[in-house]
């Protein structure tokens, strides 16, 4: 009876180093897929410097001179449009890869800016409610403004939402998003995931946060995130 | 009088090429440069200056916490932020975090020197950005069709024609649901029931062929 009492502890005890040992392990799993979508987000940062000051301070160099000769020739009036929408183009582009406005200003005006570059364009309506924590981490931030640019870039291209909604509220440790939109949505049974989708589940995880997807044919697609802090 | 300025940016090349600028200019007196946010605080302690001429993006500590802690020590500091980004998100963050003015990097050196005389004189001098939504909403009242996107538009115009959502939906190659959205949208933007109400509005607006 001793003996087996005994052997149930060290089995007990076996069991419990185990489990911490998997914790552990788990522990620098996620550690280790932060740190891989912190270096992407350098990554993109340091090419989104480039195509700033590269491209961006070449075109912006041409716009000057072209709009300086554009009172001469409609052509070079029309040159110098087509030089302008480039540099538009690349700025935008540079902006979304590595959105400055996250350091510079914060969570809450970088979706607005988000909201508005991306869907003003678009016959989609949209409006945001946004009640965050003050001390937010930037890499949470970092993660949800990627979550909600990926989301609103699925509907501008698959949705044909005209409506959109974009939430977050904050109680008890835990920051949730809502993305809605009224568009055609979509049967999640057939639809395979694409990369963009499957990129930001793997973040979410890397952060313990769920990412939900609740869509059905003409019902509109509802995204929500929820993550601790 | 010489109103004095401080001035941080961490690009060298453009901090110095505005300072002398500056320099330049009889009234002005650049009296400090730094090159962060940590720097700037402890110029402005040390010297207090007129005019606070700043950045956004700057490291160790940015623009928009640099703002808070000097007017959190000087309460009647006159901060006129210097920027390269002219969204209208950055210029309503600088305006609600208590700064006087924004100008951005790519306007002349003279409406910089009329931004820091401005500011000196304790008056407030913000871009058109700003501005823009009121207009916006002044137009409302000029033209109903304003609060309608491009698309609510054609679709408003369509109704108004007589057609039917089918007939719309084919026309502007959408399905039918999307067709019956902007419709609904339509209504419920310019607050109307039916198409028939729909036609009396347009024609009252003068918006029929």
């Keep these: 009876m001793n003996d087996l009492t005994k052997e149930i502890e060290s089995i007990k005890a076996l069991q419990a180093t185990l489990q911490a040992r998997l914790d552990a392990d788990q522990e620098i799993l996620q550690q280790l897929a932060k740190r891989l979508w912190a270096q992407q987000e350098s990554e993109k940062a340091k090419l989104s410097r480039e195509l700033h000051d590269g491209i961006g301070q070449l075109l912006t160099g041409l716009t000057r001179r072209l709009q300086a000769l554009s009172s001469s020739s409609p052509?070079?009036?029309?040159?110098?449009?087509?030089?302008?929408?480039?540099?538009?183009?690349?700025?935008?582009?540079?902006?979304?890869?590595?959105?400055?406005?996250?350091?510079?200003?914060?969570?809450?005006?970088?979706?607005?800016?988000?909201?508005?570059?991306?869907l003003s364009d678009e016959d989609i309506?949209?409006?945001?409610?946004?009640?965050?924590?003050?001390?937010l981490p930037k890499d949470i931030s970092t993660l949800l403004f990627r979550i909600a640019q990926e989301t609103l870039v699925n509907a501008i291209k698959h949705s044909e939402?005209?409506?959109?909604?974009?939430?977050?509220?904050?109680?008890?440790?835990?920051?949730?998003?809502?993305?809605?939109?009224?568009?055609?949505?979509?049967?999640?049974?057939?639809?395979?995931?694409?990369?963009?989708?499957?990129?930001?589940?793997?973040?979410?995880?890397?952060?313990?946060?769920?990412?939900?997807?609740?869509?059905?044919?003409?019902?509109?697609?509802?995204?929500?995130?929820?993550?601790?802090? | 009088m010489t109103i004095r300025v401080v001035l941080a940016d961490d690009h060298?090349?453009?901090?110095?090429?505005?300072?002398?600028?500056?320099?330049?200019?009889?009234?002005?007196?650049?009296?400090?440069?730094c090159d962060d946010g940590v720097e700037l605080i402890a110029a402005v302690l040390k010297l207090?200056?007129?005019?606070?001429?700043?950045?956004?993006?700057?490291p160790r500590m940015s623009g928009l916490v640099a703002i808070d802690k000097i007017l959190s020590q000087r309460r009647d500091a006159k901060i006129l932020v210097l920027s390269m980004h002219n969204e209208v998100e950055y210029i309503e963050a600088m305006r609600d975090?208590?700064?006087?003015?924004?100008?951005?990097?790519?306007?002349?050196?003279d409406s910089l020197v009329d931004?820091?005389?401005?500011?000196a004189a304790n008056k407030t001098c913000f871009p058109d950005e700003i501005t823009k939504p009121l207009d916006e909403q002044c137009q409302k009242h000029i033209s109903p069709l304003s609060v309608l996107t491009r698309r609510e538009r054609e679709v408003f115009f369509l109704v108004a024609a007589g057609n039917t959502s089918k007939?719309?939906?084919?026309?502007?190659?959408?399905?039918?649901?999307?067709?019956?959205?902007?419709?609904?949208?339509?209504?419920?933007?310019?607050?109307?029931?039916?198409?028939?109400?729909?036609?009396?509005?347009?024609?009252?607006?003068?918006?029929?062929?």
């Design chain 2, 115 to 119: 931004a820091i005389k401005k500011v």
């Design chain 1, 161 to 229: 939402a005209t409506d959109l909604t974009l939430t977050i509220s904050y109680h008890h440790h835990v920051v949730r998003l809502d993305i809605l939109d009224n568009g055609v949505g979509f049967d999640s049974k057939t639809i395979e995931p694409g990369i963009g989708l499957s990129s930001i589940r793997d973040r979410a995880e890397a952060f313990n946060a769920t990412l939900e997807i609740d869509a059905a044919i003409g019902k509109g697609t509802r995204t929500t995130v929820t993550v601790p802090v």
């Design chain 1, 75 to 118: 052509e070079i009036e029309a040159l110098h449009s087509i030089a302008e929408m480039a540099l538009n183009d690349v700025r935008q582009l540079s902006r979304l890869m590595s959105p400055t406005i996250l350091d510079d200003l914060g969570l809450k005006p970088a979706l607005n800016w988000l909201c508005r570059n991306l």
């Design chain 2, 97 to 109: 975090a208590g700064a006087k003015g924004y100008i951005l990097k790519e306007s002349s050196g």
């Design chain 2, 12 to 33: 060298v090349l453009m901090r110095q090429g505005v300072s002398q600028m500056l320099n330049a200019n009889p009234n002005i007196s650049v009296v400090g440069e």
């Design chain 2, 48 to 58: 207090s200056p007129d005019v606070i001429l700043m950045d956004i993006s700057m």
């Design chain 2, 167 to 209: 007939k719309i939906a084919e026309l502007l190659d959408m399905s039918l649901k999307t067709a019956e959205n902007h419709r609904s949208n339509i209504y419920k933007k310019l607050n109307l029931s039916s198409s028939a109400e729909l036609i009396r509005m347009a024609g009252k607006a003068g918006l029929l062929e």
């Design chain 1, 125 to 135: 309506n949209y409006h945001t409610d946004i009640t965050l924590p003050s001390d």
